[in-house]
Structure formats: structure tokens, C-alpha cells
């Protein structure tokens, strides 16, 4: 199951261990392999046999139904002829096809067949398709055509058009396909656009269709099309009129993305109403909290991974990177600002010493303890899409009580075992024997600043960081230089 993972995230068909799972057991069906793929219009029903023929080898064999296809339809194609009386000849049918190719002799090659949206053909389709995937039988003009059935794998794709014959459900085991997560779509675009500028605002762009329900979600196709216009268009790039042109492409669609950026609804005005390219920015980034099935990019918050949870008594999660003291959004900036900080190279360029690994979903661990008063440290990677935790150990909980004077901080669980504080951007928790960690979002500099930046007041006040390093402490009867 792995290896078919790894084969069909290769190709470019982004997929987790339990789909591969599940379209392996499809290939090794009896008597004939394949399956009905179900699923809303643009979820990867079509293009998933395209990726595994390629994958398998195999020969190749489409037809697209159309509304009332009949079962001549699929056995039979008339196409123009000057040398018949009549102007058409017959040609054989995507079936026919299909069935001689299984009985050619050309070592055992196995062949495809995708029967695409076959909810449009007419029902009596499916008793006439019943037999034909129990036997490999075809009855037609006369003769008698039996494929190989094992070399046969039958693919039909269904949307919503009708329901199908519970025999023919029962023929074929059923791979539902669903909306793919945003995580999913980042992959994928990362095989095509890895270093587009826009590309997050992109996935922003998707999890917002699935937030408005739109009737299609976008597809990893409009998606790329989509980046490809603002490369070609630069500067001159309307982000209204490309979402309206490669993604909502209706003004219903449209109007549904967007009421959820989270703006006030408008009068209808004659004129579409138009979309703001900020409200997709990554930095930006509000949805739908409460929407259990969008797997949304946002990294783990590092306060949850260390415990940092305002409820009483409940457990702390994720224990195996209870060691984690950063994580970082992958990108060559944050990568070559660590690296700054690394005294010599690993053996592999993944592997940053004691300071850093980077993972196989692109971001960047940190492992290295940083005290606060060595936030110096990360002057280059202010800016970034990541977290830091800082500790001062020495801190004892007067210190934190006296912050609520000065800055705009928050106590929302004060005790003689531990006190959590935050503020937007920061969290902070002290206990006894760890004194303060303090957990600070890269992109908020002026928050750490408005808390821990100021070193106005006479010595002895609880002022914590202040201007060049230097440290005030209520404890410390004098200043304490960061560089000792």
C-alpha cells in the first residue's frame, strides 16, 4: 500500500495511505478488478484511472457518457465515410475495443477502462453492463466477444445525475471520493509552483470555496491555472476578475466566496461586487473553526504541543515533539537564517545540527533552547510564518502578576503551580520549577516588543527586556548585560 502511495503522489496524484488502501483492493477484485468512483464534480474521479494506467501500463480505454447514452452507443461509433453508400461506417464501440485488446498476445498486458459519468446513460444500461462484468460476455450484431477478465479493469465514475441499480452497485466496490484537504492542495501545488509568490494565498483561496460550499469545489488544475495568469499578468494582476475567470466562474459562486471573507454584506449592486485580494492573504488567515472536516495549512500551535491549555485538568497532546522549541514554515529565507546560527553543516542538509530538522511536510523544527535574553538571536527570522518558545528561568510569578501594569497582557489561569498569560501573538506560562516559557509568533514582533521591549522605570521594576539586550528584573537589583 505504501509503494502505490508513493507511486501515485510521484505522479503527481496527491493521496493519503488509506485511499491508496483502498484502490489497491479495487485492483485485485474478482472477477474483474476496478470500482465505482462517486464523489462532487472536480474531486479527482477521472483523472485518478488516467494516473494509473500510466502507473500499471496499461492500454487506455475512455468514453465520456453523455445524457440518454444507450448501450449502442458504447459498442458501436458511426463516423463519416466516402466509400459507403450511406456517408457513415461502424467502427467498434469503446467495449469492443477494450475486450480484443485483452485477448491480444502481447504478454499479458493489462488494459483500463473508464466509463466516464455513467449515471448519465440511460438505466437499462447498467443491466447490460451487469453481465458484462461478470463474464466479460458482449452480445452484439450477431457474434459473441468474452474478454480476458483477468487483464480487465473497469472504472465507472458517477456523479449525481441518477442513481444506479443496486445489482450494478454490487458488481463493483464503491471508492467515494470527497473535497481534497487544503493540505492536500498545498502538495500538489508545490509539484508545479513551489516558489510562486502567490501560492499560499492560493490554498487560502481554496479553503475558502469549501467554507462557502461552493457547488465545485476549485480544482488542483484551476488552481494552477489560476498562478499561472498572475505570473503572466504581474503587476498587472485583478484578483477579482482571475477568481471569477479560473475559479467561482459563476456570479452566484462568486457572491458565496465572497460573504466569507469575512467583510460586511453589501447592498447588491448592479455590478458584480468585487473580491479583495488581502482577505486571501496568508497572514490574514480566519475560517471556519468549527468545520471538522477542512484539515486547514495552519501549523500546530506550539502552545498546545507544550501543554499550554487554558482548560484545568485536561491532558496534554502530542508528546512526541514535547521537545520542539520552534516550528517554522520551510522557505529559503528561514532555512539560510538558521543555518547562521549552525556551527557546522550535518550530514545531510536536512539535519541542522542541534539547532534545527527540517521535515518532509516542509517546515522547520527547532530543538535548540533559546533563553530570553537571547532573542537576539533571531533578528532574521522576525517576519516568518512560525513560532519560538524563550524561557527565563529565574522569572518567579510576581514577575508575571506585575506584566498586567505595563503591557497588554491577559492572566487567564493564575495559581501557585502555574499561571497562563497571553496576548495576541504571545503565549506564556510559568511554573516553579520551569519558570517562565514564553511563545512568541514570528510575524508579531510589535506584540514581544509591547511586552518585553521597553526598559523604562528605575531598577528593581518588572521590566523584563529592554533596549540592546539589556535585562530588568524586579529580583535583580541591577541590570544584567544578555551577553553575559
Same mark, same amino acid.
Given at each position: ?15 493519503? %495511505? ?60 458511426? &463516423? ?15 467495449? #469492443? ?32 453492463? &451487469? ?40 458488481? @463493483? ?13 498545498? =502538495? ?72 466569507? !471573507? ?10 458584480? #461586487? ?17 468545520? !471538522?472536516? @477542512? ?15 487554558? %482548560? ?39 539535519? %541542522? ?17 533559546? #533563553?530570553? =535574553? ?6 532574521? &527570522? ?35 503551580? !502555574? ?22 509568533? &514570528? ?42
Amino acid at each position: 500500500m505504501e509503494t502505490l502511495k508513493k507511486q501515485l503522489n510521484s505522479a503527481g496524484y496527491i493521496c493519503d %495511505l488509506s485511499f491508496s488502501a483502498a484502490v489497491k483492493a479495487a485492483l485485485h477484485t474478482f472477477p474483474v478488478a476496478g470500482a465505482v468512483l462517486t464523489g462532487p464534480i472536480g474531486t479527482g474521479k477521472s483523472y485518478l484511472p488516467e494516473v494509473l494506467s500510466g502507473i500499471l501500463k496499461t492500454d487506455y480505454f475512455f468514453y465520456q457518457c453523455f445524457p440518454g447514452t444507450r448501450e449502442e452507443d458504447l459498442l458501436v461509433k458511426m &463516423l463519416p465515410s466516402e466509400n459507403t453508400i450511406s456517408g457513415i461506417k461502424l467502427h467498434d464501440g469503446v467495449i #469492443l475495443q477494450a475486450v480484443q485488446a485483452t485477448l491480444r498476445n502481447d504478454d499479458g498486458k493489462r488494459v483500463l477502462l473508464v466509463l466516464d459519468e455513467w449515471d448519465k446513460t440511460r438505466p437499462s444500461a447498467d443491466s447490460f453492463l &451487469l453481465d458484462f462484468l461478470q463474464t466479460g460476455r458482449i452480445n452484439f450484431s450477431g457474434r459473441t466477444y468474452t474478454a480476458d477478465l483477468s487483464r480487465l479493469i473497469v472504472f465507472l465514475t458517477v456523479n449525481i445525475e441518477r442513481e444506479l441499480s443496486e445489482p450494478l452497485i454490487r458488481r @463493483l466496490p464503491k471508492i467515494e471520493f470527497k473535497p481534497l484537504t487544503p493540505s492536500a492542495v498545498h =502538495r500538489a501545488l508545490l509539484l508545479t509552483h513551489k516558489d510562486h509568490p502567490y501560492l499560499y494565498n492560493a490554498i487560502i483561496l481554496y479553503e475558502r470555496c469549501l467554507v462557502a460550499k461552493l457547488p465545485k469545489p476549485a480544482t488542483i488544475q484551476e488552481l494552477r491555472q489560476f498562478l499561472d495568469a498572475i505570473t503572466t499578468l504581474g503587476d498587472r494582476t485583478d484578483w477579482d476578475a482571475l477568481v471569477y475567470q479560473f475559479v467561482t466562474k459563476t456570479d452566484e459562486a462568486h457572491e458565496l466566496l465572497r460573504q466569507v !471573507e469575512n467583510e460586511p454584506v453589501q447592498w447588491r449592486q448592479r455590478a458584480r #461586487l468585487r473580491l479583495d485580494a488581502n482577505a486571501y492573504d496568508v497572514r490574514q488567515k480566519t475560517l471556519a473553526p468549527d468545520d !471538522e472536516t @477542512l484539515q486547514s495549512l495552519a501549523m500546530p500551535r506550539l502552545a498546545e504541543i507544550h501543554g499550554f491549555d487554558e %482548560l484545568i485538568d485536561v491532558p496534554q497532546k502530542d508528546p512526541d515533539m514535547r521537545g520542539t522549541t520552534g516550528i517554522l514554515e520551510m522557505n529559503q529565507k528561514a532555512y539560510s537564517e538558521i543555518v547562521r546560527l549552525v556551527e557546522k553543516p550535518g550530514a545531510k542538509p536536512d539535519n %541542522l545540527g542541534d539547532w534545527a530538522q527540517v521535515t518532509p511536510n516542509r517546515m522547520i523544527l527547532l530543538k535548540n533552547k533559546l #533563553l530570553l =535574553r537571547d532573542v537576539q538571536m533571531l533578528n532574521g &527570522l522576525w517576519g516568518q510564518n512560525g513560532e519560538v518558545l524563550l524561557t527565563e528561568p529565574r522569572a518567579g510569578w510576581q514577575d508575571v502578576k506585575a506584566l498586567q501594569d505595563w503591557a497588554p497582557i491577559l492572566v487567564v489561569k493564575f495559581s501557585r503551580d !502555574e499561571i497562563l498569560a497571553k496576548m495576541e501573538g504571545i503565549d506564556l506560562r510559568w511554573t516553579p520549577k520551569k519558570g517562565a516559557e514564553i511563545i512568541v509568533h &514570528l510575524g508579531r514582533r510589535d506584540a514581544f516588543n509591547a511586552c518585553f521591549g521597553r526598559s523604562w522605570g528605575q531598577f528593581g521594576e518588572s521590566k523584563w527586556i529592554g533596549q540592546n539586550g539589556i535585562i530588568y528584573q524586579h529580583y535583580l537589583k541591577e541590570p544584567v548585560d544578555a551577553q553575559t
